[in-house]
């Protein structure tokens, strides 16, 4: 606490001298994002001993109504995300990618199905394959998507024989923490390939801080955490700082994985990539497939039913759903995604955008959108 009025006396300090030297007025200068900017970053490069205690804080602009604790960086534009702590200019950069063979696995086909299928994204498609009927009644579900006054993607499909149900599938939408799901299993499997081991620690550094939801901005800069916590951070908390540090440590070596699975998803540029219901529908898969590798295997889809959805036992009226999935919601998006661990699985991905003024965190639109594709899919 010492430190941080300390902190704030010299940053009042220099704002006020930088007004002495301007034809603007004072409070002008107060009053000027450029210069307590520039003061900022002044503080940062004059007295660095400070910055361990002090955490990146994000200015979400969205109005006074505003809930942080919902709000996750992962899907906002860059131009809403404005940084307001010394270390703001701090950026790690991508390690080396971790090269190695891919963890060996059966395939169910599921993937290669995915990512061949041709889809009109003007209607819903429902497609029979060889296994018990779906639903043929798609009325409830295209008024939903049609009255509906944002984006809807949606795809199911069962993995015994493929048959799905498919809307708008290569709509790009921001990902939000869905992307969670696939890059904690691409740190799982280094460890399945005996090229990382999930008791190794990563240290909490500065510039790995990152507002909106999670725990570990609660705790102090230079705890270290193990790579098998960080992950359960990631995936059950949905921890946007835990998310982060495995990136840094780990790059975009899940590119490889992507590709092999013949998504076009990339994480070259950022942790936050753009996003398609039929990328996430073939992560999904890969997670399914990851299950029966091995231990490893398992312990990763075991920590993917612990997850809780709100989304799902509202819209199904039940939590004895087992559910294997990674949502993700910020001020524009809520999405759902994940396995439906019933006697015939399937894959669920329903991707949506809405209003920045709404303060919810996921709307009833989702809710009704994944109840009516739960009937289709087990021919309710």
């Known amino acids: 606490m010492r430190k941080r009025l300390i902190l704030l006396?010299?940053?009042s300090g220099i704002l006020l001298l930088s007004s002495c030297g301007s034809k603007r007025s004072s409070e002008n200068v107060l009053n000027s994002d450029a210069a307590y900017t520039e003061a900022l970053d002044t503080v940062a490069a004059d007295f660095?001993?400070?910055?361990?205690?002090?955490?990146?804080e994000a200015d979400l602009s969205f109005g006074e109504n505003a809930r942080n604790d919902f709000v996750d960086p992962a899907g906002l534009p860059a131009d809403s995300l404005n940084l307001i702590s010394p270390s703001k200019s701090i950026?790690?950069?991508?390690?080396?990618?971790?090269?190695?063979?891919?963890?060996?696995?059966?395939?169910?086909?599921?993937?290669?199905?995915?990512?061949?299928?041709?889809?009109?994204?003007?209607?819903?498609?429902?497609?029979?394959?060889?296994?018990?009927?779906?639903k043929t009644d798609t009325s409830k579900l295209n008024a939903l998507v049609k009255n509906y006054p944002y984006d809807t993607s949606i795809l199911a499909i069962r993995v015994s024989d493929g048959s799905y149900i498919a809307y708008n599938i290569d709509q790009k939408y921001s990902c939000a923490s869905t992307i969670k799901a696939p890059y904690s299993m691409y740190v799982y499997s280094?460890?399945?390939?005996?090229?990382?081991?999930?008791?190794?620690?990563?240290?909490?550094?500065?510039?790995?801080?990152?507002?909106?939801?999670?725990?570990?901005?609660?705790?102090?800069i230079g705890t270290s955490y193990t790579i098998r916590d960080l992950v359960r951070y990631s995936m059950i908390d949905s921890d946007n700082i835990a998310h982060t540090m495995l990136y840094d440590r780990f790059g975009n070596g899940v590119d490889e994985l992507f590709a092999a699975s013949g998504s076009s998803l990339s994480m070259r540029s950022s942790e936050?990539?753009?996003?398609?219901?039929?990328?996430?529908?073939?992560?999904?898969?890969?997670?399914?497939?990851?299950?029966?590798?091995?231990?490893?295997?398992?312990?990763?889809?075991?920590?993917?039913?612990?997850?809780?959805?709100?989304?799902?036992?509202?819209?199904?009226?039940?939590?004895?759903?087992?559910?294997?999935?990674?949502?993700?919601?910020?001020?524009?998006?809520?999405?759902?995604?994940?396995?439906?661990?019933?006697d015939d699985p399937y894959i669920l991905v329903v991707l949506t955008t809405k209003s920045y003024n709404s303060a919810d965190t996921y709307t009833s639109h989702i809710v009704n959108v994944i109840r009516e594709v739960d009937k289709i899919m087990k021919n309710k």
Do not use: C
């Open 48 to 56: 660095k001993t400070v910055l361990p205690e002090v955490k990146i």
């Open 190 to 220: 280094l460890a399945a390939n005996k090229q990382i081991s999930l008791n190794d620690t990563i240290k909490y550094q500065s510039y790995h801080y990152f507002g909106g939801s999670g725990v570990l901005k609660y705790n102090n």
């Open 272 to 342: 936050w990539p753009q996003i398609s219901a039929r990328d996430v529908a073939i992560w999904w898969n890969e997670i399914l497939e990851f299950r029966d590798t091995g231990a490893i295997g398992k312990e990763f889809f075991d920590i993917a039913l612990s997850v809780r959805s709100p989304i799902v036992v509202e819209a199904l009226g039940t939590r004895d759903q087992a559910f294997a999935h990674k949502s993700g919601w910020v001020r524009n998006v809520a999405h759902e995604a994940g396995i439906m661990m019933s």
């Open 91 to 134: 950026f790690f950069t991508l390690p080396e990618v971790v090269k190695g063979p891919l963890v060996t696995k059966n395939s169910n086909g599921v993937s290669e199905y995915l990512s061949s299928m041709s889809i009109l994204n003007s209607s819903i498609i429902v497609n029979q394959s060889t296994g018990r009927k779906l």
């Open 9 to 11: 006396s010299l940053l």
